[in-house]
């Protein structure tokens, strides 16, 4: 038999992150001493009164088919969360619960992007937004931004990218991976020259929103005229430590909302019912139920930013949100291993991968070769070792 997949296929690649923590945790089945320091994934357990509700739900028998796009009493209690955290007013019908923001921001973009379309993603951009956007057949359109603006798309460049096929503008604020947060004077300069491009609909993924250490998260839903254009994709996975309960949501205009459900209905349907149950919970404590693992995270932003910057050719910025670093490591390009030449992010983190038992992810992959991404979802000492053995593998690099 021909072993032939589809050339829908074909324009997918792995996701960086999951390649690299797949090859961790084989060094490390293998006997390695790895740190990893790759997945986007809190190291904290579901709040307890999250958990309850979910254990209730199995009691109360939630476990047969749910309505494609969720619950109704669910999808209300997300209304009250954007209308309580965000200043947004929805209606349950506007909300599609999915399994997982990954799904949401997939409905999205199959909904709305033909081929030939252009989607425009600040770089650094989630892995996924790219080949998101090649499997819908669009086009990307990369706007770089650097660590000297941290990371942020300008108003300016908005304007620069924007043409008469661009049918997407993504903004991801608290960012995955740089940690960057947009103040809400650079969402209003942003809604500003979005409202000049009527076809362009803005995706706002907002899923590190109760990981901001600014206490000033911004929506770009918020800004006048935008509620109309702006799909709002949010979870639980990150602010609520529920990764394994698989649930993300998009907040949208009717006609979005509609079409998603459309789509969804013959992917997946709705999703767990138990999950949806937990997720109620989750939104009506909001932030309060993970102010404990924000503070640690802030904390160890603190101690891996510190640690980084007194490492020579690693130049750190401090981010607002999430729990990433993404530092500029191109003043080490060019220097050698035993194994080659430094070229580009994704080569230092294949080195550090073998010669220190770090595993990281290179800016490669998120459209940002001259940085590499490092996740603080570890224990202060875990944390503290992995700096120590980044530093003497820079250290050995020659000239």
């Known amino acids: 038999m021909e072993s032939q997949t589809s050339q829908l296929l074909g324009r997918l690649s792995e996701s960086a992150t999951i390649a690299m923590s797949r090859k961790a945790r084989e060094l490390k089945a293998a006997g390695r001493d790895i740190i990893s320091l790759s997945l986007g994934e809190p190291d904290f357990d579901t709040p307890q009164a999250i958990k309850a509700a979910g254990i209730k739900a199995i009691e109360e028998n939630y476990t047969h088919y749910p309505p494609v796009p969720g619950y109704a009493d669910v999808r209300q209690a997300i209304c009250d969360k954007l209308n309580r955290d965000n200043g947004l007013a929805y209606g349950p019908h506007q909300i599609v619960i999915s399994t997982g923001a990954k799904q949401s921001l997939m409905n999205v973009v199959l909904s709305l992007v033909d081929p030939g379309d252009e989607v425009i993603l600040p770089t650094p951009y989630w892995v996924s937004y790219a080949d998101m956007t090649n499997l819908a057949g669009g086009k990307v359109v990369a706007v770089e931004t650097g660590i000297e603006q941290d990371f942020k798309m300008t108003a300016s460049q908005l304007r620069n990218a924007l043409t008469e096929k661009t049918r997407i503008v993504m903004v991801n604020s608290p960012n995955n991976p740089s940690g960057s947060v947009y103040t809400q004077e650079e969402m209003a300069a942003l809604a500003e020259v979005l409202r000049e491009h009527p076809k362009a609909i803005a995706i706002s993924d907002e899923i590190y929103e109760y990981i901001n250490f600014t206490e000033a998260h911004a929506s770009l839903a918020t800004q006048p005229g935008m509620m109309a254009r702006t799909v709002t994709v949010n979870g639980v996975s990150k602010?609520?430590?529920?990764?394994?309960?698989?649930?993300?949501?998009?907040?949208?205009?009717?006609?979005?909302?509609?079409?998603?459900?459309?789509?969804?209905?013959?992917?997946?349907?709705?999703?767990?019912?138990?999950?949806?149950?937990?997720?109620?919970?989750?939104?009506?404590?909001?932030?309060s139920l993970s102010a404990d693992m924000k503070a640690a995270f802030l904390k160890r932003r603190d101690l891996v930013v510190a640690g980084l910057a007194a490492i020579d050719g690693i130049e750190v910025n401090v981010p607002q949100g999430a729990f990433y670093i993404f530092p500029d490591v191109s003043a080490l390009f060019g220097k050698k291993h035993a194994g080659g030449t430094l070229n580009s992010g994704q080569d230092l983190a294949l080195y550090l991968l073998e010669a220190a038992d770090v595993a990281t992810v290179g800016g490669d992959a998120f459209g940002s070769p001259n940085c590499m991404r490092i996740s603080y979802a570890a224990s202060e000492a875990q944390l503290n070792e992995a700096i120590r053995r980044i530093g003497n593998a820079i250290a050995d690099l020659t000239e």
């Open 239 to 287: 602010g609520f430590a529920m990764t394994g309960w698989r649930i993300g949501y998009i907040a949208a205009p009717d006609w979005i909302a509609a079409a998603c459900t459309k789509l969804q209905g013959q992917f997946t349907s709705g999703a767990s019912g138990i999950s949806q149950k937990a997720t109620e919970r989750a939104m009506q404590g909001g932030g």
